[in-house]
């Protein structure tokens, strides 16, 4: 009996084992397509930006300094001071100035008397012709020669050129200077004076006349200001290698100083046909080359382009692609040139 029940469980165990076997496993098929969601690239005539940054400063500047060199006397500004046109602001000691001067002048005096006494001769026919003419080019010698100190003494003080303000304080009572050696430099407070100097390489010049409109984002001020180019230099510095230019800005703050840092983006006047595509279109971006991914036939290809500004949420692309093209904006992390794509609203 045992072994009957035995041998029947054994039979039932193997036709299930049977029957499962014979059951057809399902098979779960997948989509090899990636969802993609694409926009069409614009074509457009756009001015692209020369992006450049400079300092706030004044068209009228100056280092002022001696003509002649010597020990200065005094200073009467300290750095910050306001100055007005024609102040005296330095003296230098006019000790051996007016030496020079005394010198002069008794040289002139005596050039004077001989001259008057050699013409007295001439005339009684005693000095010849040669001597009074000798004695007269004397005496015109030691007059300019007089002129000359007088002159150099005038210049062994400073005025202010221009109502502004002591920048830079460059020297100090006591200190033996070389003509020509700066002392001061004043910037004029001129509210129309105000000029941002900006550098531009040669390529960035090329595009530009010279009036072109621009923006000026200050690091002290949230807002953008607008100006244009006032001055645009023909020759480069020789120093950086730049050609610099002067912006004028249309509408100043109510407060500014010399030395304020700005970023500028000026916008030449001759414009360049471009293709719009969204920022997040592009991947592997490097400089201005960048890859977006188009949608063509089913299929996402990887393109090279070449990016000429970004502006908001818009990258402006001067070759790699046509107008009208199917640019992936979503989904682009996923894939790879020749991926099968399907599009998704």
Not at 135 to 158: C, G, M, P, W, Y
Not at 227 to 249: F, H, K, M, N, V
Not at 311 to 317: H, V
Request: net charge neutral; glycine share 8%; aromatic share 6%.
């Amino acid at each position: 009996m045992k072994n009957t029940i035995k041998t029947g469980m054994m039979m039932l165990i193997l036709s299930a084992t049977l029957l499962a076997c014979k059951e057809e496993k399902k098979v779960e098929e997948t989509d090899p397509t990636i969802p993609v969601k694409i926009i069409s690239s614009a074509a457009l005539t756009q001015s692209q930006p020369v992006q450049t940054s400079g300092l706030l400063g004044t068209e009228n500047e100056a280092n002022l300094s001696f003509k002649v060199g010597g020990i200065i006397n005094t200073i009467l500004v300290k750095e910050g001071d306001k100055v007005r046109k024609g102040q005296l602001l330095a003296t230098l000691n006019a000790t051996e100035f007016a030496a020079q001067m005394a010198q002069a002048e008794e040289n002139f005096m005596k050039a004077k008397r001989d001259a008057q006494r050699t013409q007295n001769l001439f005339r009684d026919s005693v000095n010849t012709k040669e001597q009074l003419e000798n004695s007269l080019t004397t005496l015109h010698v030691a007059e300019k020669q007089l002129d000359i100190v007088r002159f150099n003494l005038s210049q062994a003080k400073i005025y202010a050129t221009t109502d502004g303000v002591v920048i830079q304080k460059l020297k100090n009572p006591g200190e033996q200077v070389a003509g020509g050696s700066p002392v001061l430099y004043i910037s004029s407070t001129n509210n129309k004076d105000w000029v941002i100097k900006c550098g531009l390489t040669d390529k960035d010049w090329t595009r530009l006349k010279g009036g072109e409109k621009a923006e000026i984002v200050f690091d002290a001020y949230p807002q953008t200001f607008s100006g244009s180019i006032a001055t645009l230099s023909q020759g480069s510095d020789a120093g950086s290698g730049l050609y610099q230019a002067e912006i004028r800005l249309d509408k100043q703050p109510a407060k500014l100083a010399n030395g304020l840092f700005a970023k500028v983006s000026i916008y030449p006047k001759q414009k360049t046909e471009m293709i719009s595509v969204p920022v997040d279109a592009l991947i592997e971006g490097e400089s201005d080359s960048a890859f977006v991914f188009v949608a063509a036939n089913g299929k996402a290809l990887k393109k090279q382009v070449k990016v000429a500004f970004l502006e908001g949420e818009k990258a402006f692309i001067l070759s790699g692609i046509d107008a009208g093209a199917q640019i992936i904006r979503e989904g682009s992390a996923y894939l790879a040139d020749g991926s099968a794509i399907k599009i998704v609203q």
